[in-house]
Nanobody
Framework: QVHLLESGGGLVQAGGSLRLSCAVS????????MGWYRQAPGKQRELVAT??????TYADSVKGRFTISRGNVKNTVSLQMNSLKPEDTAVYYC?????????????WGQGTQVTVSS
């Protein structure tokens, strides 16, 4: 079994910063890519940022404000969020494309709430 555990969400004022972390645990062979998605109330889940072997991609709405990075601890990923805006309010989900013993699969964390007040 593979589990993704997110942490670091919370309430912050506009202009503030938060750092989200995600740790992958379980029987994995290797990780192909990791990323963060978010879903605001009444909206579809959208990509925020991904990292694949050091290559990063960002949604236009977060470029220059958010930074995704693999952690120093193996099988972790972080999302540093600066200059937060009320429109960043959403549940943030960690995602991982993982090779396991039986093949390749995609996994999601349970989500962590980020609320930015104006």
């Amino acid at each position: 079994q593979v589990h993704l555990l997110e942490s670091g969400g919370g309430l912050v004022q506009a202009g503030g910063s938060l750092r989200l972390s995600c740790a992958v645990s379980g029987s994995i062979v290797s990780i192909n890519a990791m990323g963060w998605y978010r879903q605001a109330p009444g909206k579809q889940r959208e990509l925020v940022a991904t990292i694949t072997r050091g290559t990063t991609t960002y949604a236009d709405s977060v470029k220059g404000r958010f930074t995704i990075s693999r952690g120093n601890v193996k099988n972790t990923v972080s999302l540093q969020m600066n200059s937060l805006k009320p429109e960043d309010t959403a549940v943030y989900y960690c995602n991982a494309d993982i090779n396991v013993l039986t093949g390749r699969d995609n996994y999601w964390g349970q989500g962590t709430q980020v609320t930015v007040s104006s």
